[in-house]
Each structure stands twice: as C-alpha cells, then as structure tokens.
C-alpha cells in the first residue's frame, strides 16, 4: 500500500462546479499536511497547508481527519485558471520527510 | 528575490556520459532535496540533504550521487546515466525540517537519456 493515495482523476467540472478530493495517508504519526498545486511539467507550488481545525482561503478549503487518516480539498466556484494537478503531500511520521502522492487532475471546462 | 535555481532546464545525453544537474538556493535554507517525477509514480525522492556536508538516500538513489560542500549549492550527479534515468527532475530546498515547512521547488530539468 502506498504512504499517501490520491485518485489520479482525471476530474473533469463545469465552470463554477464545486470540486471534492480527497487523499488518504498510511502513518498515523504523520503531523505535517499540504496540498501543492503542479501545472504541466512545472514546479509544484505550495497551495495550502493543512492544520487539524481546518483552514479556508478564498475558494479553496482544506480539512483533515486524523482518525480516518485523510486529508481534503474542497474548490468552490472553480474558474478555467483551477485546471491543474493537485498533490496531496503528507510527512512520513515525525522525520520530517515529506511524501508526495501522485496527483488528481483538475480540467474546468467552459 | 528568492528562488531555487536548477540548471540546464532541458537535457539530452547517451547512456554512460557523466551528467551533473546544478541546484542552487538563496534563502539559507538548511534542507535541501533532489526528486524525479514520472508519469503515474508522482515525485519520489532521490537523495535530501539536512545541511552542510550531511545527506542521506531517499526511496530512488540507486544511479544517482550528490553533495552539499556548501549550504546554498546541492548538485546531482549521473555517473553513468542508463535510459530508465529519462525523468523530470526537482530540486527542493526548505528553511529547515519540521511541521510546516514549506518545500520550495526549482523550475526542474528534463533529462532524456538515449
């Protein structure tokens, strides 16, 4: 079983759909959350970090669920510019060491 | 303005010519890591380096060789690179490991082995 699992997608939306994913994680001493946002062939970018109360910015919500060992991301109102891959990134116990599942792809249509 | 520079962008080579890929750093980041990102396999990492003169093997090292002579610099070396090296590769670094440190990435290079 994989540390960190994401379903690869590809999730395709209407403009201004509301878009859910989810990814699940392996160890439960992992205490650090992120999702990173990758256009193509590009650099991921950190989109947002991942605290245990939940956290909003904008359209974007992230959650997290330590006893089902999974984290979300919630995308309101998604615009043309959302369309990317989305990385849940998750701290391998408390090294440090963070572990990159493989991605959902996001395409919002017109 | 803070960057981490990874060159060259684009990279084609033969099998069995030694290649370096230069990462540079200027935010005195302590942490530093070389990844490869293959289609279906996400970004798995290849060596990381906690600070000067300390690095250790990630999941994928086999192949791959680096070093950290100085805080800003962590270069990845292909002593003999074979084609199942073809990949898109990163360089990270981040201000130090711990809960919440943000990993900062290199525009990355794409390296073709033939």
């Known amino acids: 079983r994989k540390e960190v699992e994401q379903d690869p997608g590809p999730f395709n939306v209407p403009e201004g759909a509301t878009v859910a994913f989810n990814c699940t994680y392996s160890?439960?001493?992992?205490?650090?959350f992120f999702w990173y946002r990758q256009d193509c062939r590009k650099e991921p970018k950190l989109l947002m970090s991942?605290?245990?109360s939940g956290n909003e910015d904008g359209r974007f919500t992230a959650q997290l669920n330590r006893a089902s060992q999974y984290i979300s991301l919630l995308i309101r109102d998604s615009k043309l510019s959302d369309s990317a891959t989305y990385l849940c990134?998750?701290?391998?116990?408390?090294?440090?060491?963070?572990?990159f599942g493989q991605g959902t792809t996001l395409q919002v249509k017109p | 303005e803070a960057q981490v520079t990874q060159n060259p962008r684009y990279l084609i080579t033969v099998t069995g010519k030694k290649l370096t890929v230069t990462c540079s750093q200027n935010m005195n980041h302590e942490y530093m890591s070389w990844y490869r990102q293959d289609p279906g396999l996400g970004l798995r990492q290849i060596y990381y380096s906690m600070n000067v003169e300390v690095t250790d093997k990630g999941d994928v090292p086999e192949g791959y060789k680096v070093s950290r002579k100085e805080k800003r610099n962590f270069p990845l070396i292909l002593e003999s690179p074979s084609p199942n090296q073809t990949s898109l590769y990163f360089c990270?670094?981040?201000?130090?490991?711990?809960?919440?440190?943000?990993?900062?990435f290199g525009s990355g290079t794409q390296l073709s082995v033939l």
């Open positions: 160890n439960s001493a992992s205490q650090s």
């Open positions: 990134v998750v701290s391998s116990g408390n090294t440090g060491k963070l572990i």
């Open positions: 990270a670094s981040s201000l130090s490991v711990g809960v919440n440190e943000k990993l900062f």
């Open positions: 991942v605290y245990s």
